[in-house]
């Protein structure tokens, strides 16, 4: 089998790659393959661009060697969600994010019908809301590129690694060791500090800005009822603190689990050393941390089944959670290496950018939107058939649902209060 | 050319296939990053497909449920019945793997 039989047969043709991004990519490729671990350089290795709507970028070994495929899409991607994290000023502003991709992911599964109506609701939901991302300036857009021009050395790096894990036959206790120090973080056991940090969690949810719980507390009656609040938070959290630990132990017996959590750190090491000179050290931890949200983020909506057809869960989800914990801590261990003035630094820098990104991305992409996206309410095949000949009756290009993403005809429907 | 991602089992099926097809049936071992990964692929070509045999012990995979999901021409099929997938089968054969 070649490499092109296997696109062909596995990926969603997205458009053409641009040949000034394949340069680009076939340079940073050079450079993430000169940074790996000498197993990995040593490894003669073929790179090839694609732009599919899977978004995947892959290693795979062929008769003729190993390829390093990178998806151009999934680096336009990412940039489209860096920016939504720098740049949005209130959660809706994700909404449209979540049915874009939704659309292309029917899309990959030749779903017409489908992709359309899911770009035909990101167009109008896009329309709506606008303008609640701020322009970007100069200082900002040079930010943005920089993440993720590292993002993308994050997913080529983590795919190398990937090469580490089996032909180095790795001790088993050094990979134990690794999972301890970066899963079993020494928390505090003062409850009352993790309960008041718990509430001023839920205040930021709520406000969109660093407001402390104490400042809602105002009347007696709320005083009253935020006793009580606080002692249950405080059994729950005792509970959920037990049930983690069960579910660390679980997962650290988990070979996957043990190789992503190898194979991240493997990869935050390589960006890490390639970009320290070039970058601002904190700018580059939240780069990488961003990285493994961004990707995360687009795999749970894409391998949403919006029809409840393929009764696949996601179980898939408490792992992923414990491997940004994991890639989180790692950051943190740098930073407290090259900024040793600062040893809160990392805590705090993560723990906010993995709010706002918890705030303005995640949650209204993967639980607020995807929520309004229920089986029961979704249109029956034959309206999804109808609405689709509409829509193609009065825009031909829109046969190909990637056309609505591109030009986003829909503003009228926009206007007149028209949603999902 | 017809690709089945499998999430788990016995690889011995897919090198069955192999032997009786040596240039037509490949296995690949495959993950995403995302940490989701089949544990191996089976592409088959048009060539493989038009084998009898081979299309018996095909269909006697989707039957078992070990599946993860089917990939034709670019367009990823989960949840598929036994007979939609044969029906996949026939647009695979048909295509004769031009790229």
């Known amino acids: 089998m070649t490499l092109a039989e296997y696109v062909k047969t596995t990926r969603r043709r997205n458009a053409d790659t641009f040949p000034a991004l394949v340069s680009q990519y076939e340079a940073l490729f050079l450079k993430v393959h000169a940074e790996s671990f000498k197993p990995v350089r040593e490894l003669p290795l073929k790179f090839a661009v694609i732009n599919s709507l899977n978004k995947r970028s892959q290693l795979i070994e062929l008769s003729d060697g190993h390829w390093l495929i990178h998806d151009q899409y999934l680096g336009q991607t990412l940039n489209a969600l860096t920016r939504l994290y720098f740049m949005s000023n209130k ?3 994700a909404h449209p994010f979540a049915f874009r991709l939704l659309s292309e992911a029917a899309s990959c599964r030749g779903r017409a019908e489908l992709a359309t109506y899911f770009a035909y609701v990101y167009s109008v939901t896009y329309h709506a809301s606008k303008d609640s991302t701020g322009a970007e300036d100069a200082q900002k857009v040079a930010l943005r590129q920089a993440s993720v021009h590292v993002q993308e050395a994050f997913v080529l790096a983590h795919e190398l690694a990937h090469l580490m894990w089996e032909p180095a036959a790795l001790d088993p206790a050094s990979i134990d060791m690794l999972l301890d120090s970066l899963m079993d973080v020494e928390g505090s056991d003062d409850w009352d500090e993790i309960v008041e940090t718990y509430l001023d969690d839920l205040s930021f949810q709520f406000h969109g800005r660093p407001i402390p719980h104490w400042a809602n507390i105002n009347t007696d009656e709320e005083r009253a009822q935020d006793k009580i609040v606080r002692e249950d938070i405080k059994a729950k959290l005792i509970k959920d603190c037990d049930d983690e630990a069960l579910m660390r132990a679980a997962l650290k017996a988990e070979p996957r689990f043990r190789e992503e959590v190898f194979v991240d750190w493997m990869a935050a090491q390589t960006c890490l050393k390639l970009f320290r000179d070039d970058m ?33 869960s996601s179980s898939e989800t408490l792992a992923v959670a414990a491997r940004k914990r994991a890639l989180r801590e790692v950051l943190r ?16 820098v993560l723990t906010e950018a993995n709010k706002r990104y918890m705030h303005f991305v ?32 009065s825009i031909p290009e829109a046969i190909d649902p990637q056309f609505i993403i591109r030009e986003r005809p829909f503003k009228q429907a926009a206007g007149a209060g028209a949603s999902s | 050319m017809l ?11 897919g090198e069955d296939l192999q032997k009786l097809s040596p240039e037509s049936v490949t296995i690949l071992d495959g993950r995403a990053i995302d940490g989701t990964f089949g544990t191996w692929t089976l592409f088959l070509s048009a060539a493989a497909l038009a084998v009898p045999a081979i299309q018996k012990i095909v269909v006697a995979l989707i039957e078992a449920k070990k599946h993860r999901r089917v990939s034709v021409d670019g367009c990823e099929y989960r949840g598929y019945s036994v007979d939609e997938v044969k029906s996949l089968m026939k647009q695979a054969e048909k295509m004769k793997d031009k790229s």
């Open chain 1, 91 to 93: 959660p809706d502003s």
């Open chain 1, 280 to 312: 601002d050290h904190v700018d580059l931890a939240l780069a990488i941390h961003l990285a493994l949200e961004n990707i995360t983020t687009i795999s749970f909506v894409s391998n949403f089944d919006p029809e409840g057809l393929e009764g696949e």
């Open chain 1, 333 to 348: 261990f740098w930073l407290l290496e090259v900024r040793p003035e600062s040893p809160e630094l990392g805590h705090r």
């Open chain 1, 362 to 393: 995640r949650d209204p992409i993967t639980l607020d939107a995807l929520s309004r996206v229920r089986v029961d309410t979704m249109p029956g095949k034959d309206d999804l058939a109808d609405m689709r000949q509409q829509i193609v009756r």
């Open chain 2, 3 to 13: 690709a089945i991602e499998m999430s788990e089992g016995d690889r011995s099926i």
